[in-house]
Nanobody, 115 residues
Framework: QVQLVESGGGWVQPGGSLRLSCAASINIFSISVMGWYRQAPGKQRELVATIMSGGNTNYEDSVKGRFTISRDIAQNTVNLQMNSLKAEDTAVYYC?????????WGQGTQVTVSS
């Protein structure tokens, strides 16, 4: 079992920045893949970014150059730095962990981008 707890969501104006964090109940380097997904109202959940245990990263096209996924060893967290936010980034953001062929999810954190 892996417990994931997200934090850092909120409201921001277009062009602003937010940083999301996902704290895991086990060592994040033992997890094959960790990532962030989002789900906007009326839409399916979609991949935002992933980071492999070896450090390789992957981003959805619309966030490339604006979002950065990283790991904090000391805090045992996976973070998502979101810059140049747009209204279309508004969604509930979920942390995901792929561990021993099972997917684990956090409870989600709301990100709202509006003026």
């Amino acid at each position: 079992q892996v417990q994931l707890v997200e934090s850092g969501g909120g409201w921001v104006q277009p062009g602003g920045s937010l940083r999301l964090s996902c704290a895991a109940s086990i060592n994040i380097f033992s997890i094959s893949v960790m990532g962030w997904y989002r789900q906007a109202p009326g839409k399916q959940r979609e991949l935002v970014a992933t980071i492999m245990s070896g450090g390789n990263t992957n981003y959805e096209d619309s966030v490339k150059g604006r979002f950065t996924i990283s790991r904090d060893i000391a805090q045992n967290t996976v973070n998502l730095q979101m810059n140049s936010l747009k209204a279309e980034d508004t969604a509930v953001y979920y942390c995901n962990a792929r561990f021993r062929w099972e997917d684990y999810w956090g409870q989600g954190t709301q990100v709202t981008v509006s003026s």
